[in-house]
């Protein structure tokens, strides 16, 4: 058998022995430091999102944070506060989650700022649910329930191609495929809350879900920040959407743009959700369970036009349309790109995912508890990459 021999210049000697302490070293750091490891992943050099050359998120001004030792001056309670409230959708039988929920934005934010809640739901809330929750809560409470055309699949939905439609998700396992009560709160939450009796009298809200996490101090008031710049819409997370959830979502929205071009803003988020100019959606949206937003967007006559013509395709229960994207889509086409803001200074968990702040001295100054490696943020599904890349 014949032998070969490898024969090597110096220089060709030398390339190789800098290449295998160069390999050496990465692979120890890859072991030992999780974020480099996940820094210079493949999946993260081919198209992930590279954090070397993101822009740090926006920062709330320091004018904004009050490190106003308790207990609060009438002043202080009362001057800058924002025509705002903070919003939970919630069945009685949600009361232990609804009650953590609340314990800890109360001890995080709202004891400081003690804006009035609002909770709704489709059926009265019992005593149970009242007095628990009332029992924490540090400012006014108040309890509504939903008018009935504002929650129950209208009549003239076609009910036998809206069931088939549903058996045709859960065959296919689709999350909350076969649940109308699930598509009834998506869509009073894309079309009706904001028209609530209850929430007349406010323009902000702080949307709160049961058994959710508020990971750091929010010594600031964000309804204020959102007030002063001008903005409409606030969200933590974004990630894209199951399209199997809304196949025609897209092409609906196109139509109403079409025949409405005068409601479009310039300047709006449209690279953000689209990667061919408009032409597709790439199911980019900002998960709706964490909302502080302008109900005054929700009520004017863009939204409302828009709203409306979806909810006449019927496509809230003949496919299952999530208020996360019927509200994205409408934020960044009618809103300028600058209204939507990232709070990033806010911790926030919804399982399964937490964002967590990364921008300078954020965590710190929050007294966070969640961990920023792994913030949803850096995961292959968020939609963070799209969000930077309209900054
Ligand atoms: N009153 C009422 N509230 C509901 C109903 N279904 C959901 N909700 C509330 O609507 C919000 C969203 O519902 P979730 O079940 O959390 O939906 P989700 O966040 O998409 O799904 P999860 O991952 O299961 O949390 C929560 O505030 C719920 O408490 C309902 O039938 N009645
Ligand atoms: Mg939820």
Known sequence: MAQIHWKLTPTARY????????????????????????????SQLTGGFSWSTAAAPPAIPDAYYDDTPLPLTPAHNTSARANATILMLARNSDVDGAVRSIRELEDRFNHKYQY???FLNEEDFDDEFKRRVTNIISGPVHFGRIPHDHWYQPAWIDEDRASAARQKMMDDNII???????????????????????????KWYWRVEPDVHFRCDVDFDP????????????????????????????????????????????????????????????????????????????????????????????????????????????????????????????GYEHNPYTHCPRGPGAWERGHCDCEVQKSFDYDGYSCMRQWDRIQ
Not at 21 to 38: D, K, N, Q
Not at 187 to 199: D, K, P, T, V
Not at 300 to 320: H, I, Q, V, W
């Open 116 to 118: 009035p809640w609002v």
């Open 223 to 346: 309804f204020r920040y959102m007030e002063d710049h001008n903005k409409v819409y606030g969200f933590t997370i974004t990630m894209y959407e199951y399209l199997a959830t809304i196949p025609t979502l897209w092409e609906t929205v196109k139509e109403f743009t079409k025949a409405h071009p005068e409601y479009v803003k310039e300047n709006n988020a449209m690279n953000y959700m689209s990667d061919d100019g408009g032409t597709t959606y790439n199911n980019c949206h900002f998960w709706s369970n964490f909302e502080i937003a302008n109900m005054d967007f929700w009520r004017g006559e863009a939204y409302s036009k828009y709203f409306e013509y979806l909810d006449s395709k019927g496509g809230f229960y003949y496919e299952r349309w999530g208020d996360a994207p019927v509200h994205s889509i409408a934020a960044g086409l009618f809103a300028s790109k600058d209204q939507i803001h990232f709070f990033d200074d806010i």
């Open 176 to 202: 909350y495929g076969g649940s109308v009560s699930y598509r009834n709160m998506c869509r009073f939450n894309s079309g009706f809350f904001y028209r609530h009796q209850l929430l007349q009298q406010f």
């Open 15 to 42: 390339v190789l022995l800098v290449l295998f302490i160069l390999f050496g070293v990465h692979s120890i750091l890859s072991f030992t430091h999780e974020p480099y490891g996940r820094a210079t992943s493949i």
